[in-house]
């Protein structure tokens, strides 16, 4: 892809579980951002975690960058069926890139 | 805010003929982006303006694609002639930079060309 990669591609878990997913880029970011897609719908915005800082919190939602590894992971606890979609994360600031994204299914 | 609109949402065409998609972006928002979905290729930034100027059109397939932006609340994507590999969903999409410059995506133009 233009920007890198997410990993898995595919996820698919029992809602109460924790999702994790990562996501690998390939130039130096200012901000790192995690967007999900429901199926038919535009990229809607989680969370940005800037490129000096190493955690950040919201909801069910836990970003993690490591700017040495070129690598992000997104945590989504106490899963539920509602989060089933696909995950992107994107490099913003400079460049514009998303990754390939990774698609959850959460199993009620 | 209405959010990004973008029109038509469907589209169904022939092959050679021209497509035109059109964007109006959030007020204000000095950023806009088109970009491409499919499958096999996943989300490919096609073209980027900043403040209506083009900035980077790297990711524009071929001459076959245009896109303008003649003010800040419209830009158009064209396609001529079509052809059954430009078949895919294309999204425009904004954002204001000084805010992380978080994306806004409209609902995506979904293309199909026979």
């Known amino acids: 892809s233009q920007q890198g990669e997410e990993d898995p591609q595919a996820l698919s878990i029992q809602e109460g579980e924790n999702a994790t997913m990562n996501c690998s880029y390939k130039?130096?970011?200012?901000?790192l951002q995690w967007y999900r897609q429901n199926s038919g719908r535009g990229l809607v915005h989680l969370i940005l975690?800037?490129?000096?800082?190493r955690e950040k919190h919201s909801g069910r939602l836990r970003v993690t960058l490591d700017t040495s590894k070129k690598s992000s992971s997104l945590l989504i606890t106490a899963s539920r069926a509602a989060d089933t979609a696909s995950y992107f994360c994107?490099?913003?600031?400079?460049?514009?890139?998303f990754g390939t994204g990774t698609s959850l299914t959460v199993i009620p | 805010d209405a959010g990004v609109i973008q029109s038509p949402r469907h589209e169904v065409t022939e092959m050679g003929q021209e497509v035109t998609l059109r964007c109006k972006p959030i007020?204000?928002?000095?950023?806009l982006f088109w970009y491409r979905q499919t499958m096999m290729r996943g989300l490919e930034l096609l073209i980027y303006?900043?403040?209506?100027?083009?900035?980077?059109d790297s990711g524009m397939p071929e001459d076959r694609f245009s896109a303008k932006m003649p003010n800040a609340s419209f830009s158009t994507l064209k396609i001529q002639p079509s052809e059954p590999r430009d078949s895919a969903v294309y999204f425009c999409?904004?954002?204001?930079?000084?805010?992380?410059?978080?994306?806004?995506f409209g609902e995506g133009s979904w293309l199909t060309v026979v």
């Open positions: 994107a490099s913003t600031g400079n460049q514009f890139y």
């Open positions: 130039t130096s970011i200012n901000n």
């Open positions: 975690i800037r490129s000096n800082e």
């Open positions: 007020s204000g928002h000095d950023y």
């Open positions: 303006f900043n403040n209506n100027v083009p900035i980077d």
């Open positions: 999409a904004s954002s204001l930079e000084g805010s992380g410059n978080t994306i806004y």
